[in-house]
């Protein structure tokens, strides 16, 4: 079976005919270095196929792929589980692209070489049917309902449209020169063409099967790659080495990027942040980050890499190396969890404050650590936020909080600090004051009120007061000694607790005709006591009598 050429174009011939055409093109730039936002992947494993391979596709189950043969009709099957072929199977001549429907039923190949496609059983390994299609077929898509198949056919420069149900050509669309790379948008609406020769994407309203618009991009546009969503389009240009992003709402290229030799395809992560370039001159796979369209890493590949097909959780995927006539198997390892932000950003010391942590990557998380306080009492995260209760610490001050899951523990950085404050607790103090007369002395009965305003506990106080001289005094729960009365707490006070201490002073004939105060005022406390303004009471009375003794 011979290579086939394009009859127009190179591009075409550039994949068909293997890296020493692809090195007459333009030669890579060197790509804008940026922190990954996950390890790059890494090859773990390559497997022999049938000569020629260029189109992988998965089973929506992922359970399996079928790789193409561009020089026979040999269909590789690959075991995703094991990463072993478990058979292959013949359909039609050679080709190049292979699509499943989303049921897993069917799957589609191109045949370059007739215009053909053949219509796969997929449980049996075997063709259900054969359809004609344009001259070259080459690209295939099908559509998220299943009821169409979108095929290029650089020959004639049209876009064939297939009734999956019927095995039928509906519609032929003109579309620019040697259209390849074909995508359908998640709603169906419309199918994105690269048109190689034309330098341009075309866009087909599925409505009407015509071109409803026309998009210039890089050199030699061949693969492509939609967002989940049908936002963005990624072009591989492999005639100047780039990859552009296109806005499909505004129908314009929003920025580019930079790659390897000659890419062919471009294939975007599952969870949207990154794109992979498969660089078929230099046999290189590009990693770009999607939110700066920045190259993270350059990782060396099979010969002549092409089509990258990922599974659903973006931790494998399965390369084509055209020329090297194997399947390379990529390990994408998990990536690092970030931590961007923490509420509220401090707590007791005590601990038990439940934080809100955001971030990216913190789904399946196995710890979140609070520095040298240790782990979170109790945790729970998603992709994008943990809660997480502080434990107690032995020290007050600032912590990183980190988080941990497969993919390795967060960084530290100011967004995720946490401040442990030291324990306050508020007592306030306050004096009642009193007066019981008699016919030939009086006294003053004094009730002094200790409330712990919080938020801690006080573990110790110590409240005085300077007693007025002249005057006997005794207390039943307080000590007087030279003048003066000491009250001390003799079991923690708990946050909103109050208890008492009394004093008397006796008022007798030569206390008579006096002014006299009493202040009370907290001496000591532990822990600190925040709130200085509460901590004294005064009360002043005056005895006429002894049977006239009064307190304000």
Avoid at 139 to 155: L, M, T
Wanted: aromatic fraction near 4%; hydrophobic fraction near 45%; charged fraction near 10%.
């Amino acid at each position: 079976m011979r290579i086939r050429r394009s009859p127009r174009r190179s591009w075409t011939a550039v994949v068909a005919t293997g890296a020493a055409t692809a090195a007459l093109l333009s030669q890579p730039a060197t790509a804008v270095a940026a922190a990954p936002l996950a390890p790059p992947p890494a090859v773990t494993g390559t497997v022999p196929v049938a000569a020629y391979p260029a189109g992988v596709a998965l089973a929506p189950d992922a359970s399996r792929a079928y790789v193409t043969s561009q020089s026979s009709g040999a269909v590789t099957v690959l075991d995703t589980a094991t990463g072993a072929v478990t058979g292959t199977f013949t359909a039609g001549t050679g080709s190049y692209a292979v699509a499943w429907a989303p049921d897993g039923r069917h799957a589609y190949l191109t045949h370059h070489l007739d215009g053909t496609v053949s219509v796969l059983d997929t449980a049996a390994n075997t063709v259900a049917a054969t359809v004609q299609v344009g001259a070259g077929a080459f690209g295939i898509a099908v559509a998220p309902d299943g009821a169409h198949a979108y095929v290029s056919n650089p020959g004639d420069n049209t876009v064939s449209v297939l009734d999956t149900a019927a095995n039928t050509v509906t519609a032929t669309v003109p579309v620019g020169a040697e259209p390849h790379g074909v995508a359908v948008a998640p709603d169906g609406a419309h199918v994105y063409v690269a048109a190689s020769a034309a330098q341009a994407v075309d866009v087909i309203d599925t409505a009407t099967n015509t071109v409803s618009a026309t998009v210039p991009v890089g050199h030699g546009v061949f693969g492509l790659a939609l967002s989940a969503d049908g936002s963005r389009l990624w072009t591989a240009n492999g005639g100047d080495n780039t990859v552009s992003v296109l806005d499909t709402a505004a129908g314009s290229v929003v920025g580019s990027a930079t790659v390897g030799a000659n890419p062919f395809a471009v294939t975007l992560s599952p969870d949207g942040r990154h794109a992979y370039a498969s660089n078929y001159a230099d046999d290189t796979l590009s990693v770009i980050a999607t939110a700066d369209r920045t190259v993270t890493a350059t990782v060396p590949v099979g010969a002549s890499p092409y089509t990258l097909a990922l599974t659903p959780d973006g931790r494998r995927g399965y390369l084509a190396d055209f020329t090297g006539n194997t399947v390379t198997v990529l390990g994408f390892p998990l990536p690092v969890p970030v931590v961007t932000g923490i509420s509220p950003a401090s707590g007791p010391q005590a601990g038990g404050t439940v934080v809100t942590l955001t971030g990216t990557d913190l789904a399946g998380a196995t710890a979140v650590s609070f520095g040298a306080a240790g782990n979170a009492t109790a945790f729970s995260c998603t992709a994008t936020g943990c809660t997480a209760t502080a434990p107690a610490a032995s020290a007050a001050g600032a912590v990183d909080v980190r988080v941990t899951t497969p993919g390795g523990t967060s960084a530290t950085s100011p967004a995720d600090r946490f401040t442990y404050t030291a324990p306050t607790a508020d007592l306030a103090v306050s004096l009642g004051a009193t007066p019981v007369g008699g016919l030939l002395s009086g006294r003053v009965d004094y009730t002094l009120t200790l409330t712990n305003q919080g938020p801690g506990r006080v573990d110790s106080a110590t409240v005085g007061a300077d007693l007025p001289g002249g005057f006997t005094a005794s207390s039943t729960d307080c000590t007087v000694a030279a003048g003066k009365l000491t009250c001390t707490l003799a079991t923690p006070l708990a946050a909103g607790a109050t208890t008492t201490r009394h004093l008397s002073l006796q008022v007798g004939l030569l206390n008579l005709g006096r002014t006299f105060t009493v202040t009370a005022a907290r001496t000591a406390s532990a822990p600190v006591d925040p709130v200085p303004a509460n901590d004294r009471a005064s009360r002043t009375c005056s005895a006429t009598l002894a049977l006239l003794i009064s307190c304000s």
